[in-house]
């Protein structure tokens, strides 16, 4: 029965197998010391028998070893226990030294990016990279544990659409059995119509982006966390669910991931029960009056107010994050919600956290005969096959709604804080890279 | 405050607000009955007032309603309680008939599915095909689970593949930057190279196939539940993993989602702990024999086959599923394992379940100067660049490691009984359907 580095030294005193990745050695005073890794960690083995040094001369790192060994205290071992006298099994030899290096931090400079996700397979294996993946699936369960409790019923909605529903430059486009298909760049309007079936729902998948961007927040395809929320109040019930949702992923990877984020130094963010909320205009003007340069015409933050308001709302708000609310209705989509109170603003906001908009979020218009006016006005054809099905949705009746997008990549990134989004993707995809 | 139907008959004796979709409504001896569904259930309004009567003429099916009033007992109404004295809001009305009856069951004949899925939108409404949506759910939060509990680590791999990683007719291809990508048939090679990584690993999301099957069992997108687990005895710990996987959704699908599974007829599965295992040859000639068709010289279990070996493990083995084991070596991919006892034959298995594949398991060959081989036998260039980085993650060091790919809409269909694979996904792409 193997036995596992974080269970090691519950068999002090005892004999145990482990086994794992040879993670490196070194000789000492005729002593060879040997680190195995496994799934949870490290793994010291002192080897003194000569035979059972012999077997381990000429490999290389990443071979795969079994051992049997007296379990012994030692509380400077990674696991806090080490094995003596151990039968080495060489399951897997590795006869050439590995291209790169796992048992060390890696430098993460944006020039040496590139030939990391060259050697991903590889670099992957390194505890600090691995630490990241840990955490981002820390997260994504805490995520769908928030959505379940608040009764949200997950769904797959396809990401081959028909070409008419998605159009423009940025998506891709593919031969589908004769017809064109485009790949979804969200699943925006299936959630939306399925408000009309399960109130609540979400989806964690694929989404697609052929904008010719070279950005560090940037890929063609990443995992989007699409929510979708029926029998709203107004817009305050979107923001306040989002700032729990915020909360308790925190929360979560932070009780669970807590070797992982320290290996990582991350540091837990600061966020306020309720986040803060600032209106794009207000964001404009202070962003203008800090700095001297002159924003208040922007109908979107620019990538420097993201990150000045984020600085401004650690230090005046208390939190790490804060919504941007208000944006000017002259450039709002055609499924926004316009503001009861103000005609010229649309319900929508963006979250941004540690400098990035990492979520998206809108009440949808959910009138039929006002969303067929603001579609015609965006210059959408109500007959097209593509706004057909959707429409469809709200002639036959949706309550008010909203709903976000959240992108996993760039909230795993700011958790554990990485510079790139890319290096929060197993294997990153952009306009250089299409492997591994 | 809102209160939702399966909480109606805590309300008893008080007033209580409800808010849903008007599912149908009837009058009777001067009374309106007015029946309201919301995301759990159905709740009765009965409407004496001539004025509330009146608000609700020409109110078609769809609409969205918020209604007040005193909760009583009734054990009839669909809540256990029903609501009088109501004070009605019409929230949104539907001025236009449905084009479908979203109100009772529907036949699912197969000539009726093109018009079900052109209405798919408001025909996920009717409360059988969304219970068929909330077993789907229930059933991969139990996957999810099951592959917690085991230490499995989450994973997203990328969709979109450089060409050369999957060839043929089957895949679909795109231009991604001027590079041809293709969509991936599986995550295949990524789980496979994680596991050097996080040893168990799985991912749930969309795979695509571009071939053009018309049958009851294919769709050009699914869902595919994917996993890889490394450090295994021999392929039996594969098979039984899957064992206690469909043994572990079967008792928490039943568990979480009985009123849903009952709406649809669904009976329950019998299934063994241990998942019986009949070997093909033995499948071949049992066939044969029973049926007077010689399948002795086939390489896969015919579709008659697949029915058959369930009919006959149900009967004689006491299980709805059997695995069938021992595929021919002469027709194994380049990645399977051959087995050490026979070389003829190769450590793969079908889970077949009510007569239906639902899962491909096989053990992978794990050293690398063997997988090579088996790569340039199988016509593969070791030096193309979908193989390249796959062969990485082999010479420097896998462990023995076996996995499988699961179905999520086979799954579901066979759990809860439907005739078609397409009726198990919210928005099925075929050969001749992109949309909605």
Known sequence: MRVLSDQLKTHTGRTATVAGWLHKKRAMGGLMFVVLRDRRGLIQVVVQDETEQAKLHGIQNGSVLEVKGAVKD???????????????TIVIPVADVPPIE??????????????????RVLNLRNLNERAVFKVQAAAAEALRGYFHRHDFTEIHTPKLLAAATEGGAEVFKLDHFGQTATLAQSPQFYKQMMVGVFERVYEIGPVYRAEPSVTTRHMS????????????EDFQDILDFLSGLLNQVTDEVWKHREADLSALNATRPTLSAK??????????????????????????????EERWACQYAAKELGSEAVFITEFPASSMKFYHYRSEHNPEVAERADLLFRGVEIVTASQREHR????????????????????????????YGLPPHGGFGLGLERLTQKLVGLNNVK?????PRDMSRLAP
Chains 1, 2 share one sequence.
């Open 102 to 119: 796992v048992d060390k931090p890696i430098d993460h400079k944006p020039e040496n990016l590139d030939t990391l996700f060259e050697h």
């Open 221 to 232: 395809e990443y995992t989007s966390v699409d929510a979708e929320m029926g029998f709203i």
């Open 423 to 427: 290096e929060a993707a197993l294997f």
């Open 74 to 88: 030692e509380p400077r071992a990674p696991a806090g226990a080490e094995i003596h006298d151990p039968v080495v």
């Open 275 to 304: 986040l803060p909320q600032l209106p794009l205009s207000e964001l404009h003007r202070r962003f203008s009056e800090a700095t001297g340069t002159d924003t208040t015409k922007e109908k979107d933050p620019t990538p420097a």
């Open 368 to 395: 039929y005969d006002r969303l067929v006016e603001q579609l015609k006005a965006a210059g959408g054809d109500p007959e097209n096959p593509g706004f057909r099905y959707f429409l469809q949705a709200f002639r």
